[in-house]
T-cell receptor
Framework: NAGVTQTPKFQVLKTGQSMTLQCAQD?????MSWYRQDPGMGLRLIHYSVGAGITDQGEVPNGYNVSRSTTEDFPLRLLSAAPSQTSVYFC?????????????FGNGTRLTVT | AQSVSQHNHHVILSEAASLELGCNYSYGGTVNLFWYVQYPGQHLQLLLK??????LVKGIKGFEAEFIKSKFSFNLRKPSVQWSDTAEYFC??????????FGGGTRLMVKP
């Protein structure tokens, strides 16, 4: 029962480099999202998706791209990393239903941009 | 836009003390409310949620929360904390659409 799987767990980038954070879930959840966690600021929503082929911006989308070609996968791309993107990134998923199912979180990716 | 405030950034308690963590939100319409816990080095886990019915919600590990609509609040409580409750606690609110807005978190340290 894997749940939400994020890779890598740790990553160090230089300014201007690009990379993709991977997120996969095996629970057939329609909803997937990416958050960044910074001290004292809680979790801020970057992008989210309510189904394959559908993505939308969250609170802090600048500098990040996403795509949702399958229900299972929701990668987050940094096209040109900046030090301000140093953070811990969490992917989360949930069902879309009337009982407002809670989010299931991955274990996080700690990203440092130098 | 929805905002969520957690007024206590750090709380230090001794074991067996009672806990109350405050959470206030800004949206005045229908909301769904959550408390998540993040133990050191781990991801967020759901403690409890409210979406309708009894405003007093019981969650895992002896935690409960009370939704007070008139005060836009959803405070988390536990009568007697344990050292193992040391963690960061996040209040979250889902209003229109599917966006979940988190508060800034409260770091709880329980001294043995």
């Amino acid at each position: 029962n894997a749940g939400v799987t994020q890779t890598p767990k740790f990553q160090v980038l230089k300014t201007g480099q690009s990379m993709t954070l991977q997120c996969a879930q095996d629970m057939n959840h329609e909803y997937m999202s990416w958050y960044r966690q910074d001290p004292g600021m809680g979790l801020r929503l970057i992008h989210y998706s309510v189904g394959a082929g559908i993505t939308d911006q969250g609170e802090v989308p600048n500098g990040y791209n996403v795509s949702r070609s399958t229900t299972e996968d929701f990668p987050l791309r940094l096209l040109s990393a900046a030090p301000s993107q140093t953070s811990v990134y969490f992917c989360a998923s949930s069902r879309l239903d009337r009982t407002n199912s809670p989010l299931h979180f991955g274990n996080g990716t700690r990203l440092t941009v130098t | 836009a929805q905002s969520v405030s957690q007024h206590n950034h750090h709380v230090i308690l001794s074991e067996a003390a009672s806990l109350e963590l405050g959470c206030n939100y800004s949206y005045g319409g229908t909301v769904n409310l959550f408390w998540y816990v993040q133990y050191p080095g781990q991801h967020l886990q759901l403690l409890l949620k409210y979406f309708s019915g009894d405003p007093l919600v019981k969650g895992i590990k002896g935690f409960e929360a009370e939704f007070i609509k008139s005060k836009f609040s959803f405070n988390l409580r536990k009568p007697s904390v344990q050292w193992s409750d040391t963690a960061e606690y996040f209040c979250a609110v889902k209003s229109a659409g599917n966006m979940l807005t988190f508060g800034g978190g409260t770091r709880l340290m329980v001294k043995p």
